[in-house]
Structures are given as C-alpha cells and as structure tokens.
C-alpha cells in the first residue's frame, strides 16, 4: 500500500511569489490535513479536508488556502509569499470518519524556502 | 538532514536503558492522545496513541502514560536502540475533533548512545 506522497520535496521560491503543493493520501483515506513545521513554531495546524469540504482550520491567515479534489488528492497554496513561509509543510492523511478512525499518516513533506 | 527544531529539549541515554519522554498537553478536554517519532528527513511516524477513558496503555517496547489531573502525558522505550535516536512529539485532538486537527507539543530530542 503506497504511502502518502508529497511533490515536490524540495522549493526554493522568491519573496511575492505564490506556490503550490499537492499530496496523494493513501488509497481509501478520505481527509487530508496540512501542517507546517518551523524549528520556533514546531508543528501547527493549517487546515483539514474531508470529502472535498475544508473540515477545520488553523490559525494562518488567508495567503494560505488549500482545496481537495474528488479522489482525495489535496493541494495547499500560499499566495504573496514571505520570508517566514519557508518551512516544512506536511500532509498527513487518514481515514477521517471520525472517533475510531484514529492514525493519521504524515509523507515526507515539501520543505519550501522563500529568498 | 534537516533539523526539525534548534531549541529542543533533549535526552541523551545508553543503548540498552530505558526511555522516559515527557509531555504537557494544553487542553482539559481533549479526547485523544499521539506520540509520534520524527527522523531527520522525514515525516512524523505513528507510535502509539491513547484515549482520554485510559490512564496507559502498551506497545512494543513502548508504554504510554496518561495523567488527566495534571494534563501530562508520558513515553516509556524499553531497551532503548540507536534506532530510536529522533525526535519524539506528543499530539493532542480538541474534544470533537476528528484526528484531522492535531496540537503538537514542541518535541523532545532522542539520542542513543551505542
């Protein structure tokens, strides 16, 4: 069973620039979440999606916006980007039908830095 | 590798001793508890999870300890391996959360000396 996959891995973008990330969950699993992780901020919540429908979302202004397609793959872009994006962003996907549908896994994320 | 964080705690034990990494969690109410394990170029991998009707719970070489009074959260490694050496996050889901929505700790860095 293929994990979740992350593209790119690796992005170097310039102040302003807007990006785009996508991620391929696991086969059968319905919610995608996205977090970034920054060595000051650890790992925080960006958004969940659930059947297309942005379930929750984190404390990250609107630059940040994600959607998920029919087959469950999900992108997040980031608009007007600043030096303070460049992070980790991770995808981790799980069965999402809720209390008892419990692991989520994590791909290896997009490590994006902003020059 | 990449460094997922400068400032981390860290714990450093021998090969072969057991591991105890601890947590403090922010909300009363949530329901549900993670440990993950972070390596250097790499996503969190699942460890163990427990919930909130549980005080502990065990794995493979691994325990969790819970301890809603106090809002903490324990990991114990038996016969700790230099394959342990990483960094450990709690993680822990807002009451009616659905597990998409998780509130990591800052993390604790495993070395392993052989």
């Known amino acids: 069973k293929a994990g979740v996959t992350q593209t790119p891995r690796y992005l170097i973008k310039t102040r302003g620039q807007q990006v785009t990330l996508s991620c391929s969950p696991i086969s059968g699993h319905r919610s995608v979440s996205w977090y970034q992780q920054t060595p000051g901020q650890g790992l925080q919540f960006l958004f969940e999606y659930f059947s297309e429908t942005q379930r929750n979302k984190g404390n990250f202004p609107g630059r940040f916006s994600g959607r998920q397609f029919s087959n469950s793959r999900s992108e997040m872009n980031v608009s007007t980007l600043e030096l303070g994006d460049s992070a980790l962003y991770l995808c981790?996907?799980?069965?999402?039908?809720?209390?008892?549908?419990?692991?989520?896994?994590f791909g290896q994320g997009t490590r994006l830095t902003v020059v | 590798g990449e460094s997922v964080g400068l400032h981390l705690p860290t714990l450093s034990v021998q090969e072969g001793d057991n591991s105890i990494i601890n947590c403090a969690y922010s909300?009363?109410?949530?329901?549900?508890f993670i440990w993950y394990k972070q390596e250097s170029g790499k996503g969190p991998q699942f460890i163990i999870d427990i919930r909130s009707n549980m005080d502990k719970r065990q794995g493979q070489r691994v325990t969790v300890l819970l301890n809603k009074t106090v809002k903490h959260l324990s990991l114990q490694i038996a016969a700790t391996q230099p394959g342990d050496s990483a960094v450990y996050f709690c993680?822990?889901?807002?009451?009616?959360?659905?597990?998409?929505?998780?509130?990591f700790g800052k993390g604790t860095k495993l070395s392993v000396k052989p």
């Open positions: 909300n009363s109410a949530s329901d549900y």
């Open positions: 993680a822990e889901s807002p009451p009616g959360g659905s597990q998409g929505n998780l509130i």
């Open positions: 981790a996907s799980s069965l999402g039908t809720g209390y008892g549908n419990t692991e989520a896994f």
